[in-house]
């Protein structure tokens, strides 16, 4: 039966009623009066009721969805505005198990809800932890603590080479050591924030609660943060965060938590319960009877494909952002595990949120194979500008004129001018955007016209060179390095890049995708983060999947699905899979054509940045889909990859990613052309203030969108599932 | 290597400062000899201990090159110079460090021959037709009451005249000189490294570290070839 | 845009672990002085590619120096001899035009070449196996401000624990030498409180797993440190033999 509760710090009523899976669902209806609420409520428990009667396909899903419009519609006049603009349902294909309760019970009494694995037999379980990063270093080490076997699988050569090492900035976690007020639920409050109202509140208070864990974990396993003369852990402020709950090691935080975990991870491969399998590239998941039971993988230096069965597959594969060729990615950063789970079922949710970085070094040339970052926190003490006119920036450009030399009154500090609360120190999108803004128009300075000044000399006015070079003398040497400029005395060039992608498999409350028995964790899911993510959570999420949530979630699945035998590897669906593997390989060994694999990669980049990358529009979007359709066409006629499958063959390997991406970079631009919103990462030119920021619209795009593949050659299907904001009011950010 | 090399590096300095007594006549140095052999059995002691050290301190040299040899077995192949003109081995490795091996063979082979000339006194060893075994202590040397006049076959031995008598010859000072040149290159880099190994030597000790080693190893240097060249160039003679 | 080179370059091609190997020549005209030596690679292998041949197989991940990934050996230099930076983030304005350039793979038993430059290095992997942690359940730690650390005690853990792992300090040794390589770990663990109660038991396992793997011993030349581009100091190196024969003779083992 359907009831009504208030909440003290909504003003909208709740409708708990029994969903579709027989758990108990509360969900806001929207309304402050009492009785239109009631209505309300009643329609949501009788579409509950209906879908579960019906053995849902997707289109009778839709139906379900169309028909609660329909009944509303005429019966309630008032109601029926928000009825309409309400998202649908969510897609009985997406359910997230959020647990029932105050927000800040439901991780603990879900913990208490999970069925356990008896310690006597977990060690009759295999998993399979696919990657070596933060999370999935940190989730099989923490899985062969429990006593589970764990096979983990990576690409590099070394399971502590993984890409988490390259963060530099810091993790958050919500110790409030430095007794500025901070607390799980600022931490909670301020990432669903940030992600733009997003993501779940659920997943993210329980990322918020388990933070403070993770820092005692690292602390315990020797990484070295930094600390005061008292001995106790520093913080600092990091990414325009009000309180000071960045915990670091110099510039070098994601190498030492990862070394971390590696160090655990290792201590296990020396006991014996994790097998490790280095240099080694997932190409195919493996379902039997609907649920994920093992992997096929290529041995990169023999070319040897082999079959893996376990109880359960995790996938700790990263993001996808080298589907831009240019980004601060590693090289081999790949979305072929993630890809390949979405070909077997597993839904992708959100593939068109990324995130780019205001603060990396300009291309060069055409020679650039990947963009580094340079830290955030530069923009504490540099001011970013472009010069007023385009001719001045011209001359700039031809080195006719020294930047030093052009006048103050020339000089544009536009996100001074436009923000003046926060200036600099805007949001990454908001600086990102901005950067790409004046660029457009003619003013950028770097010969490709693609880069923005990053000014010190102010600061080394005020401070003097000693102080600046004290707190940024490493990021200056780097600059130098990389740039062969001195950034002491000329300021400076940045431009935006891709940084991270928020978007990833869909997963639960447990982190499990739709497909049962098949996880995802860190980077590789889209849970935390929403729409955007916050400085110096990327590390915290990481570890938080991987040591304190997946270990106890992961249970539930393999108690309730028991330890019997693993599939057998020569079972016909292993087969089947090795064998769709090898025509693969041999297709692409075998097309010898004339376009190497790097300059399809480098045009798929292209077309991704110019039309999927920080603003989108809709024409730019179909014809990037088309244009992708031609390429990867192309692709299959003309690829030349030498070399032969049972060597160490780099070529090889490249083509097999780019042939993913190829395909995934499509389903980023469906992604962002069905956001008809601006939100976060994703920026559609067309749902713009008149002042050209970002419009979000809560109406009608508080979902989750999730797509499920059809088969090759069929157009994706969206599924849906609705946020509620049960804690948190969803405001428009606001920056001036 | 470091454990050896401190016994032998003291009984360097020991031996230098015994031998810088022939600066204070022959009496002074025949009576350190005497006392020395008057040892006896502590003597022997002395002598196997430095032996079994040597012993070790070459048995692990040869064992620790054999063993780095085969940490590389395929060698580097190029053999063009860096940009900064160093052969790739000697990235910063000072020519003391990569000639360990080499200075300390040339070093026992001089120790051979150094206790070939005055322990074992093997005849016309230095080329001169003089048979040390015949030089013992003369009447007008003994100074004090104990130190008796030497007889034929029994000792006291002359050192004195033995040194001088030896060091005449210009290719036994001549290799002696250069023996020790290696000995001291080979020291400056051993007393170093010694540090090194044990910690000692650090980024904050490692100039004066450093600096001290190659000033030690020079001390020595000059002090052990002011006794042949004061007796080549005459500033030390038999009476 | 830089200036424009044009060079030779000599690398060692190798088609796997039994092949001999062999210098090849490549020109690689018109390289702007802006590229990445990697860059300037992956430049010469697309020409490779676009003439049908094999390309250059190399190792490179993060390409900002923190992965270590990127091995190999540049005129005779690991990483090519620029101060504190890897090879991938070694730029081409530190060459002149006209030069000859001769790359060669880390070269050490324990590291055998798998193709071209490309190199195994699985045994520093187990090396922290034997022993190279803290020995610490998921979730079963005191409160991370229960312990302190002094700060100069971090800092100096922090700069041993800055090691990439990458293998240069291997590949210059005279001897290959990995004694930097555990010393930065050792010192690592060993420096901060946590790191205590296994100190002994760690200091024998890996020493003893680092003879085992076939590297050869320090003779204190100093070449590692002036190659590790994460500048890690000779010093760790002293600290190690301490904590080493601390270790052989409170566990009775002398």
């Not at chain 3, 060079?7 to 190798?14: E, N």
């Amino acid at each position: 039966m359907a009831s009504l509760t208030k909440k003290e710090n909504s003003p909208y009523w709740f409708c708990c009623f029994t969903a579709p899976d027989g758990t108990r669902t509360k969900r806001s209806t929207k309304q402050t009066d009492k009785d239109k609420a009631l209505l309300v409520c009643r329609e949501y428990e009788k579409a509950a009721s209906d879908a579960k009667k019906l053995v849902l396909t997707e289109n009778q899903a839709k139906k379900v969805i169309s028909d609660i419009k329909e009944k509303v519609l005429p019966r309630v006049e008032v109601v029926q505005k928000n009825i309409v603009e309400r998202p649908p349902y969510t897609s009985p294909l997406l359910n997230s198990k959020i647990p029932t309760g105050p927000i800040e019970e439901k991780w603990n009494k879900h913990k208490f809800d999970l069925k356990l694995v008896n310690p006597a037999n977990k060690r009759k379980y295999e998993v399979i932890v696919v990657g070596s990063g933060l999370a999935g270093a940190s989730a099989a080490a923490s899985l062969a603590e429990l006593g589970y076997n764990v096979n983990c699988f990576c690409y590099q050569d070394s399971p502590r080479r993984a890409h988490s090492i390259a963060a530099q900035g810091g993790i958050n976690a919500a110790k409030n050591y430095q007794n500025d007020g901070d607390s799980v639920y600022r931490l909670f409050y301020d990432t669903v924030k940030g992600g733009d109202y997003r993501s779940r509140e659920a997943n993210v208070y329980r990322l918020a609660q388990v933070s403070v864990n993770i820092i005692d974990q690292c602390a315990a396993q020797g990484v070295p943060f930094a600390r005061e003369y008292g001995g106790l852990l520093a913080n600092r402020s990091f990414g325009g965060a009000q309180v000071s709950r960045t915990f670091y090691a110099r510039g070098q935080t994601g190498q030492q938590l990862l070394l971390g975990a590696y160090s655990a991870l290792s201590r296990q491969i020396g006991l014996g319960k994790v097998k490790m399998h280095t240099r080694t590239e997932l190409l195919d998941v493996v379902l039997v009877d609907g649920q994920a039971k093992g992997i096929v993988v290529r041995n990169m230096v023999t070319g040897e494909i082999s079959r893996h069965s376990a109880h359960a597959v995790v996938l700790a594969t990263g993001g996808y952002g080298n589907v831009f060729y240019l980004s601060t990615n590693a090289m081999g950063c790949n979305v072929t595990a993630t890809h390949r789970a979405y070909k077997r079922g597993a839904a992708f949710a959100n593939p068109c949120y990324t995130q780019i970085h205001p603060t990396c070094i300009p291309v060069s040339g055409d020679h650039q194979s990947k963009l580094t970052l340079m830290s955030e926190s530069l923009r504490n003490d540099g001011r970013v500008w472009v010069p007023k006119s385009p001719s001045i920036s011209e001359k700039i450009r031809n080195g006719e004129l020294q930047p030093s030399n052009v006048p103050e009154a020339e000089r544009d500090y536009y996100l001074e001018r436009k923000y003046p609360s926060f200036g600099n120190l805007v949001p990454r999108d908001v600086a990102s955007r901005n950067s790409k803004e004046v660029c457009d128009e003619g003013r950028g300075v770097v010969s490709s016209g693609l880069g923005v000044y990053l000014d010190f000399s102010d600061s080394i006015n005020r401070m003097g060179e000693a102080a600046v070079r004290e707190r940024y003398g490493n990021l200056f040497d780097m600059y130098e390095k990389i740039t062969g400029s001195n950034a002491y005395q000329n300021p400076m060039t940045i431009y935006p890049a891709v940084h991270y992608t928020m978007g990833g498999l869909w997963v639960d409350y447990n982190l499990m995708s739709n497909v049962p028995g098949l996880f995802a964790i860190g980077e590789a899911n889209f849970s935390d983060h929403g729409a955007n993510r916050l400085g110096a959570s990327a590390l915290m999420q990481g570890l938080a999947d991987g040591y304190f949530v997946l270990p106890y979630t992961i249970g539930e699945y393999l108690a309730e699905s028991g330890w019997g035998d693993c599939p057998d590897i020569e079972s016909s669906e292993f087969l089947d899979a090795e064998k769709a593997v090898r025509n693969r390989i041999n297709k692409l060994l075998s097309i010898k054509g004339k376009r190497t694999p790097t300059s399809f990669h480098r045009e798929l980049g292209k077309i991704m940045w110019e039309n999927c990358g920080m603003s989108r529009n809709e024409s730019g979007l179909k014809s990037a889909i088309s244009k992708l359709s031609e390429l990867r066409e192309e692709f299959w006629g003309n690829l030349n990859v030498p070399g032969e499958k049972e060597s160490l063959n780099q070529s090889l390997e490249l083509a097999g990613r780019v042939s993913d991406f190829l395909e995934f970079g499509q389903l980023m631009c469906r992604d962002a052309l069905q956001r008809e919103e601006s939100c976060g990462g994703h920026f559609r030119e067309e749902h713009s203030t008149p002042e050209g920021e970002a419009k979000r619209d809560d109406e009608n795009f508080a979902f989750v969108g999730a797509w499920e593949h059809k088969g090759d050659g069929n157009e994706p299907v969206l599924h849906k599932e609705a946020l509620e904001y049960e804690e948190v009011k969803m405001t428009q950010r606001s920056y001036k | 290597m470091a454990i050896t090399g401190v016994g032998l590096f003291g009984f360097i300095i020991a031996h230098l400062l015994g031998n810088l007594l022939v600066f204070a006549g022959p009496a002074a140095l025949n009576e350190y000899a005497k006392k020395l052999h008057d040892l006896g059995p502590l003597l022997w002691v002395a002598r196997l201990g430095l032996l079994g050290m040597v012993g070790l301190h070459i048995w692990s040299a040869i064992k620790l090159t054999a063993a780095n040899k085969q940490a590389r077995e395929v060698p580097y192949k190029s053999d063009v110079l860096p940009v900064d003109g160093h052969r790739r081995d000697d990235i910063a490795v000072k020519f003391a460090a990569r000639t360990m091996i080499f200075s300390g063979l040339i070093i026992v082979a001089f120790a051979f021959y150094h206790l070939a000339h005055y322990t074992w006194k093997v005849p016309q060893i230095n080329g001169i037709h003089d048979d040390f075994e015949t030089y013992y202590v003369q009447a007008d040397m003994v100074t004090s009451a104990n130190f008796t006049e030497g007889e034929q076959g029994k000792n006291p031995v002359d050192v004195y005249r033995m040194v001088v008598t030896g060091f005449k010859v210009p290719w036994v000072t001549g290799f002696y000189v250069i023996s020790v040149a290696l000995l001291c290159i080979h020291l400056s880099h051993g007393l170093s490294a010694m540090l090194q190994t044990l910690g000692i030597k650090n980024k904050n000790t490692e100039k004066w570290v450093d600096k001290g080693a190659v000033i030690f190893a020079t001390l020595l240097f000059l002090g052990y070839i002011s006794i042949p060249l004061s007796i080549i160039f005459e500033f030390v003679k038999l009476k | 845009m830089g200036k424009l080179l044009n060079l030779k370059l000599r690398v060692w091609r190798q088609d796997n672990a039994e092949d001999s190997g062999r210098f090849e020549e490549y020109d690689a005209k018109g390289v702007d002085t802006d590229m990445s030596f990697l860059e300037m690679l992956d430049v010469v292998n697309e020409d490779l590619l676009e003439d049908g041949k094999e390309p250059i197989a190399f190792d490179s991940d993060c390409r900002e120096g923190i992965c270590g990934t990127c091995s190999m050996v540049i005129n005779g230099t690991p990483h090519g001899g620029q101060k504190g930076t890897t090879a991938c983030q070694l730029h081409m304005r530190q060459f002149s035009d006209g030069m000859t350039i001769t790359i060669e793979p880390w070269r050490a038993s324990a590291f055998p070449v798998q193709r071209d430059l490309v190199v195994n290095r699985s045994a520093f992997d187990r090396i922290q196996q034997s022993g190279g942690f803290i020995s610490v359940r998921s979730g079963s730690v005191p409160d991370a401000n229960a312990t302190p650390v002094a700060k100069e005690d971090a800092d100096l853990a922090m700069d041993a624990a800055q090691c990439i792992g990458c293998g240069a300090c291997v590949a210059a040794c005279k001897n290959a030498s990995a004694m930097l390589f555990v010393a930065a770990k050792l010192s690592h663990l060993s420096l901060v409180p946590q790191g205590q109660p296994e100190r002994e038991r760690r200091a024998l396992a890996m020493v003893q797993k680092m003879d085992e793997e076939g590297f050869g011993s320090c003779t204190v030349t100093g070449s590692c440190e002036a190659v590790c581009p994460k500048e890690i100091s000779l010093d760790f190196i002293a600290r190690m033999n301490r904590e080493y024969g601390m270790a052989l003779i409170r566990k009775g083992t002398v």
